[in-house]
């Protein structure tokens, strides 16, 4: 997809979210570990919440969870957003123990309950952006 054909709002990568937008890029999904206390947190930030340690780690994670909660998006808060409505913002409990919120695809609003099984996919936007969604996971 060209610069010209996304519309949507871009996120502007930090010095503590590069790292981030870098494996999503790579078709990976990773998390923050604090090297002092290895506390998972998402999304990125320069201290850990728990010890205050500014050391850490970035961990590849498996991008497995289930839904925790939604909403149905039936008005654009952007735009760009237009043509995609209705649309299904997930909040996702993964795997690990940490929660992520994305775009969920490929799944009816009126089909969607809490524990649904999902899986990351990722979805290049433009030449230097991909973005994490989750879609319904099928079998284990």
């Known amino acids: 997809m060209s610069e010209d ?11 503590d979210t590069r790292p981030y937008w870098d494996a999503l890029n790579e078709g990976r999904l ?15 930030r320069p201290v ?7 050391d850490v780690e970035w961990r590849q994670v498996s991008g497995r ?8 998006a039936h008005h654009p808060f952007h735009p760009g957003f ?17 929660r992520m919120i994305a775009q969920l695809r490929g799944v009816a609003p009126d089909e969607v309950a809490v524990g649904l099984p999902v899986q990351v996919a990722f979805e290049r936007a ?15």
């Open 5 to 15: 054909a996304y519309t949507r709002p871009v996120p502007e990568p930090s010095r």
């Open 30 to 44: 990773v998390i923050q570990e604090c090297a002092g206390c290895k506390r998972l947190r998402h999304y990125p």
């Open 65 to 72: 969870g289930s839904l925790h909660s939604w909403t149905v």
């Open 82 to 98: 237009k043509t995609e409505l209705p649309y299904v913002l997930a909040t996702v409990d993964l795997e690990e123990g940490v």
């Open 126 to 140: 433009t030449d230097q952006l991909t973005l994490p969604v989750f879609r319904k996971r099928e079998g284990k």
């Open 48 to 54: 850990c919440d728990v010890c205050y340690s500014m």
